[in-house]
């Protein structure tokens, strides 16, 4: 009697929280898995901040988990948009930017943009995302070793992405926020300039590329 009472309860908080009517409540526990297990392709909704295995029907999906770390509860989710822009057409220097950490790079890379009036097509449109339930402030351009992350994955992600109708991770290569400093030592005192890395969708593996060319840009957020 009290576990029937529970799952009523159930119902009718999902009911309220997700506007759902009782059908779709079934449809949605029956694609959503009972631990707080995320998995890789699942739909990912960020007005919820919940995942399904199918589309939620009446729900936007905002993108797809394209990482799950050893928890199964932490991840990185792609957005549904992509978009070929320069990383940076006035070729901004940035120091201190990671290879693990999308994040603060986007966030050093705007700061960076700020302060020398230069503009980072790449980062800036990924700050500024705001489709599919995703609230601008809240994506930013992957790291290096976030990519590699994520096209690990690959064949899920699109298999998913096809489901919906949505473009393909299948460009030949996207930005990362990763930068690497090179001398040219042709130069008679080696010139110094820094090139953006790229992750190359056939090889998976990281590139280097100069900031000014225009190369395809996903951003993601951190569930």
């Not at 995703?134 to 096209?151: D, H, T, Y």
């Not at 001398?183 to 890395?197: C, I, L, N, V």
């Amino acid at each position: 009697m009290k576990e029937k009472e529970n799952a009523l309860q159930t119902v009718r908080l999902l009911m309220t929280k997700l506007g759902l009517t009782s059908k779709e409540v079934i449809e949605y526990l029956s694609s959503t898995p009972s631990a707080k297990t995320a998995k890789v392709g699942m739909y990912y909704y960020a007005k919820e901040n919940i995942y399904s295995e199918k589309p939620i029907p009446g729900k936007t999906i905002s993108g797809i988990i394209a990482y799950v770390d050893p928890s199964g509860r932490h991840g990185l989710v792609i957005g549904l948009r992509e978009e070929r822009l320069p990383w940076s057409k006035d070729l901004l220097w940035c120091d201190h930017l990671l290879p693990d950490d999308g994040l603060k790079n986007t966030q050093l890379i705007l700061l960076y943009s700020q302060k020398h009036k230069h503009k980072a097509q790449a980062a800036e449109w990924c700050h500024s995302y705001a489709y599919d339930g995703i609230s601008a402030g809240n994506a930013f351009l992957p790291s290096s070793e976030q990519w590699l992350k994520i096209v690990s994955n690959i064949t899920d992600i699109n298999l998913a992405l096809g489901k919906i109708n949505q473009p393909l991770l299948d460009k030949f290569c996207y930005w990362t926020s990763s930068v690497v400093e090179i001398t040219d030592y042709s130069t008679p005192r080696g010139h110094k300039e820094q090139r953006a890395e790229t992750i190359g969708i056939t090889t998976l593996k990281t590139g280097l590329d100069e900031k000014d060319v225009k190369e395809y840009t996903r951003c993601v957020i951190a569930f």
